[in-house]
């Protein structure tokens, strides 16, 4: 637990359902990831409660006995929080929140969590603002109290203009960062235009060593940490390629699963960096055991925010530590074109630079130019 950004301690329980045919060891891996998505939020995690079923109760997502035994998992454990690693409906936070007698969170919560404490730039925060205004506007329609004014669930009723009355400034403010957050992704678009050097960017799962990268590769003081979301705000860097070639090198948010749809959305400014580079450098933990689950979901982000169609290469990092080199193996198979390389030891990095040239005097058209390496 990291206690310099923590003041007072939370104490969960995580929860998770395990629906249908899902992976059981994903399932685990999923759970530990939130028990470390808590920590960096600054929740301790003291319990944890899971169920198998076919499919999720719409009321409560857990049967009626798993919630009687979260229940007591929290009172036995004196926790606070019970913290859910599936996504819950409006309704499903409502009534575990009664049924527990805890403050019920989820996965995308706390994501929202952290990401409100790390933001430092003007975009960033205004990304996350709109994020959060996002989550509490899916969330209130379905509270006791629009049930009660609207007769019932799913009906219109006196109540609905009352709450449209209500939630009225916070829809504004929707609007205006909106507006906000458009101006800055134009201005981006024009800088785009008139840069000198192709952009790379490094994208991919969270605490893959994308920020070590962008400082081993370019000599920059990027923040680097063991946890994850470290990084929210971009930073970009003059990468020297050799015989006079030039790059720009771009850092920016990790990927993780189960993203919420609102924050892909509310990021788009900074998830720009993405869709529009010349070139994708897509990292990932080597020593992690679910190296290709990771590799996968950053393949689906990709495609969420329209970035499929760049051309990638894919980085197996930390291939100095211990139980990297079976992975590597086990993915050379399926990605005969991934790179290993130890951002930490530098292992590989020249290999690296090496295939992003290849790979921008293929695709980068500011590269085919004659004049391309003569202007540097
Ligand atoms: N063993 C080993 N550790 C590494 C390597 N590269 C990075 N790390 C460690 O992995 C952790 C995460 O590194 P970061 O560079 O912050 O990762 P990131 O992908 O930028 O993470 P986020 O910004 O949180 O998404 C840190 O503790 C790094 O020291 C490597 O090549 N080998
Ligand atoms: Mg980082």
């Not at 992976?23 to 600054?42: N, Q």
């Not at 992704?185 to 192709?198: T, V, Y």
């Not at 990027?222 to 015989?243: E, H, I, M, N, P």
């Not at 930490?344 to 790979?359: D, N, S």
Request: proline fraction near 3%; aromatic fraction near 4%; charge should be positive.
């Amino acid at each position: 637990m990291n206690l310099h950004e923590t003041t007072t301690v939370e104490r969960a329980v995580l929860a998770q359902l395990i629906e249908g045919r899902r992976d059981p060891e994903e399932a685990a891996d999923s759970l530990a990831e939130l028990a470390r998505l808590a920590d960096t939020a600054g929740i301790l995690a003291v319990g944890q409660v899971t169920q198998r079923r076919p499919r999720a109760d719409g009321g409560t997502l857990f049967g009626e006995g798993k919630v009687a035994e979260a229940r007591e998992a929290l009172r036995a454990a004196a926790a606070n929080i019970a913290l859910f690693d599936n996504e819950l409906t409006a309704i499903q936070a409502h009534n575990l929140g009664r049924a527990l007698g805890a403050r019920v969170m989820d996965r995308t919560e706390v994501i929202l969590q952290i990401f409100a404490r790390r933001a430092r730039s003007a975009e960033a925060q205004a990304q996350v603002e709109l994020a959060q205004l996002r989550f509490l506007l899916s969330r209130i329609p379905e509270t006791e109290e629009q049930q009660r004014f609207k007769g019932g669930i799913g009906m219109k009723g006196p109540g609905e203009s009352r709450l449209q009355l209500r939630n009225a400034p916070m829809r504004r403010r929707v609007t205006e960062l909106k507006k906000r957050l458009a101006a800055i992704r134009a201005q981006a678009a024009r800088m785009r235009q008139k840069r000198q050097w192709p952009v790379v960017s490094l994208v991919g799962y969270t605490n893959a060593g994308k920020s070590t990268l962008l400082n081993a590769l370019s000599g920059a003081d990027a923040y680097v940490d063991d946890r994850l979301f470290a990084t929210l705000d971009t930073k970009t860097r003059l990468l020297w390629l050799g015989s006079g070639r030039k790059a720009l090198l771009t850092d920016t948010v990790g990927f993780i699963r189960n993203l919420p749809h609102g924050l892909v959305a509310s990021f788009r400014s900074t998830l720009d960096i993405a869709v529009k580079t010349d070139l994708l450098l897509v990292v990932v933990d080597a020593s992690h055991p679910h190296v290709r689950d990771h590799l996968e979901v950053c393949r689906r982000t990709l495609a969420e925010i329209g970035a499929d169609a760049v051309p990638s290469l894919v980085i197996l990092n930390k291939c100095d530590a211990g139980d990297a080199r079976e992975s590597v193996a086990h993915i050379a198979g399926p990605e005969p074109q991934a790179i290993p390389v130890s951002a930490r030891t530098g292992y590989g990095l020249e290999t690296l630079k090496t295939a992003i040239v290849e790979e921008l005097k293929r695709c980068c058209t500011l590269w085919q130019l004659p004049s391309a390496t003569s202007a540097i």
